[in-house]
């Protein structure tokens, strides 16, 4: 039985060293210590040794017992060891490997010019308005005074959809939307996409986009109308900036005016970009016609005003010196991603 017993001892040295994982360890510690163990199998038959004999093996039996129980635990922790640093070995991180880069898009650069133009007016206390881009006739002519014989009315010049349904030329019709539904005081601006029958080339675009702005409150002067847009002036095109009102002439504002804004590249000197002249133009205003304001609801006597409206694709062309305004709607990456 002693030999047994070493031989046990022997066996089991020789499979718990073999052992890869600790799942075949605790098989090993099964079949040798297990109750269907080889070893307490053997132990069952210790009823058959003589009194003299029994105590010995006794003894040689539980040493050998022990001896395959640190060999289990000495190699569990040896194995758990092994494990951690495959583990740690596999799961390594390469901080020198690029990464996958996703390419995050940006704002176009005529709605990073527009945020400008509305994060400066909304600064002033104006809010956002907004109208549908397919117009009645009445909002987008008559009700702005147009005479009915206004070379802008023409088939040649507007997109008609019905005899009284149109896309908006401009973004005034939405001063007529907003009076009609709003009590002075209004300080609005409306930005907007706008839609002329015009020929395409450099400069034209038979979509493009306007800012239309729009003050009724009592007592509003020429002089409030001065005041705001040279303040708008020197905050999108720099503190230097001048502005000039040249007298013109729109049928919705009495009297009508043009601003012109010192060259912002020249400073006023003459360059290509201001044709030589110092000055670039910008936007036209007034002070609306009290024709509007009655045909809105709003006395005339008791209420003036001001608005103004200017083409965003012509001022973000300025700001960037970009010479093609077909640029802005090509899509193609190459120009969009400069910006
Ligand atoms: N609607 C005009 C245009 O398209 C721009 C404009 C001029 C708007 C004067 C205004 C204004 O509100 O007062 O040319």
């Not at 002067?221 to 002439?249: E, Q, S, V, W």
Request: charged share 30%; with cysteine.
């Amino acid at each position: 039985m002693k030999e047994q017993l070493l031989e046990i001892l022997e066996k089991s040295k020789i499979d718990i060293k073999s052992a890869e994982n600790l799942n075949q360890l605790d098989q090993f510690r099964v079949k040798y210590l297990g109750k269907k163990g080889e070893l307490t199998l053997l132990l069952r038959g210790m009823g058959k040794l003589s009194s003299e004999e029994r105590p010995v093996i006794g003894k040689l039996a539980n040493e050998v017992r022990t001896d395959i129980e640190s060999l289990l635990e000495e190699n569990k922790s040896v194995i758990k060891e092994k494990e951690k640093f495959a583990r740690l070995e596999s799961e390594v991180i390469d901080v020198t490997m690029s990464r996958k880069t996703k390419k995050v898009g940006h704002k176009h650069p005529l709605t990073l010019v527009l945020d400008e133009i509305k994060s400066i007016f909304i600064g002033m206390g104006y809010k956002i308005a907004e109208g549908p881009e397919v117009e009645t006739v009445y909002h987008n002519f008559d009700a702005l005074n147009a005479p009915k014989d206004h070379p802008s009315r023409d088939f040649s010049d507007t997109f008609y959809i019905a005899n009284d349904i149109l896309l908006r030329t401009q973004t005034s019709p939405v001063q007529i939307r907003t009076m009609k539904n709003s009590k002075p005081p209004i300080r609005i601006i409306s930005p907007g996409r706008c839609f002329r029958s015009d020929e395409i080339d450099a400069t034209h675009s038979p979509m493009f986009h306007q800012v239309e702005g729009l003050v009724i409150d009592k007592n509003i002067t020429m002089g409030d109308l001065k005041g705001t847009l040279d303040t708008f002036a020197k905050r999108l095109f720099g503190i230097n900036t001048k502005t000039k009102f040249r007298p013109h002439y729109f049928p919705f504002t009495e009297p009508s005016g043009e601003v012109d804004v010192s060259c912002f590249k020249c400073g006023g000197s003459g360059c290509r970009m201001c044709k030589g002249s110092g000055w670039i133009e910008i936007l036209g205003c007034g002070m609306v016609h009290p024709n509007v304001l009655e045909e809105c609801g709003i006395d005339p006597e008791i209420y003036s005003g001001f608005a103004f409206g200017m083409g965003v694709d012509r001022i973000t062309m300025m700001k960037h010196e970009i010479d093609d305004i077909r640029l802005f709607f090509e899509n193609d990456m190459r120009f969009i991603d400069q910006f």
